[in-house]
């Protein structure tokens, strides 16, 4: 399984993004909230040296990435309705799960 930490980082910073704009009492929020910080844990551990990349370690990151992307097509078609559940990142970056 390849992963990128390119997209590890653009998954992370739209999900940042997204939370500018959800409302305070949007019920994505706090789910969001938990993603950004597991995100940013997954890519110090990552980028790392004194830390091994194992297969569990980008499993989890790649679930992580998957996840985020489906919460933020879901908080996003909160906010607009026309956005839908694809967001303009998912159109630019692969799903590696195929």
């Not at 998954?11 to 704009?21: H, I, K, Q, S, T």
């Amino acid at each position: 399984m390849a992963l990128s930490v390119d997209e590890l980082l653009l998954v992370w910073r739209d999900a940042e993004r997204v939370l500018n704009d959800l409302p305070a009492s949007a019920p994505e929020r706090p789910r969001i909230l938990r993603q950004v910080a597991r995100l940013r844990r997954y890519h110090a551990r990552i980028t790392t040296a004194t830390a091994p990349t194992n297969s569990r370690l980008l499993s989890s990151t790649h679930d992580a990435i998957t996840d985020t992307r489906r919460l933020l097509g879901e908080a996003r078609s909160r906010v607009d309705p026309a956005f839908g559940p694809m967001s303009a990142l998912d159109e630019v970056v692969p799903d590696l799960t195929e």
